[in-house]
């Protein structure tokens, strides 16, 4: 079972600034197979970013996606106040069918 | 636009068996996965499992043994089984849609407005 580890748990930042997110993979997942997700407080999760670098539809193009291997980044390049929530990633295992999440990170106004 | 609506009771005692449905409204349910994630409080999200259109599932294997994931494609429903709850079973519980084939994964797109489901005796 492949265990994905987000890093930092929490991220403080300024509305403006760059918010960098890690999810590092136990072993190697193929990029197709990692997923982005946005969840605020006491809403369901959105979906971000999938195949580790493709925005979902209506993604603003602040959010980008990046990484291969076991280390893949969430970038969100200018921190709007709407932003500050938890992020997941997830992948999905092929054989057989199965998805995790990481931890997540929440990524909170300083 | 596709929606998922799901209901089910919120409020359980140890050992009896958690019941949900959800149901897509809006858009095929032939073509994608219908799955089932929970959160317990404070706590991240985890995948318990999801169903095709002919019925096929997969599992997360720490629930399986427990869980049942069914589909009825007449009322383009799908629905959720967990026999003999716990209180580490407490959690909101999430329908979604999503959509994976050989080499691709393209995430959970469409997500259910959640049920708080309490495990208490």
């Known amino acids: 079972e492949i265990v994905l580890t987000q890093s930092p748990g929490t991220l403080s930042l300024s509305p403006g600034e760059r918010a960098t997110l890690s999810c590092r993979a136990s072993?190697?997942?193929?990029?197709?197979?990692l997923a982005w997700y946005q969840q605020k407080s006491g809403q369901a999760p959105r979906l971000l970013i999938y195949?580790?670098?493709s925005r979902a539809t209506g993604i603003p193009d602040r959010f980008s996606g990046s990484g291969s291997g076991t280390d893949f980044t969430l970038t969100i390049s200018r921190l709007e106040p709407e932003d500050f929530a938890v992020y997941y990633c997830?992948?999905?295992?092929?054989?057989?069918?199965?998805?995790?999440f990481g931890g997540g990170t929440k990524v909170e106004i300083k | 636009q596709v929606q998922l609506h799901q209901w089910g009771a919120g409020l359980l005692k140890p050992s009896e068996t958690l019941s949900l449905t959800c149901a897509v409204s809006?858009?095929?349910?032939?073509?994608?996965?219908w799955s089932w994630i929970r959160q317990p409080p404070g706590k991240g999200l985890e995948w318990i499992g999801e169903?095709?259109?002919?019925?096929?599932?997969n599992y997360n294997p720490s629930l399986k043994t427990r869980v049942t994931i069914s589909v009825d494609t007449s009322k383009n429903q799908f629905s959720l089984k967990l026999s003999s709850v716990t209180a580490a079973d407490t959690a909101v519980y999430y329908c979604?849609?999503?959509?994976?084939?050989?080499?691709?994964?393209?995430?959970?797109?469409?997500w259910g407005q959640g049920t708080t489901v309490t495990v208490s005796s």
């Open positions: 195949g580790a670098s």
């Open positions: 072993q190697s997942v193929s990029s197709n197979y």
């Open positions: 979604a849609r999503g959509l994976h084939g050989t080499y691709y994964y393209s995430g959970m797109d469409v």
């Open positions: 997830q992948q999905f295992g092929s054989s057989p069918p199965a998805l995790t």
């Open positions: 809006g858009g095929s349910f032939s073509d994608y996965h």
């Open positions: 169903i095709d259109h002919s019925g096929g599932t």
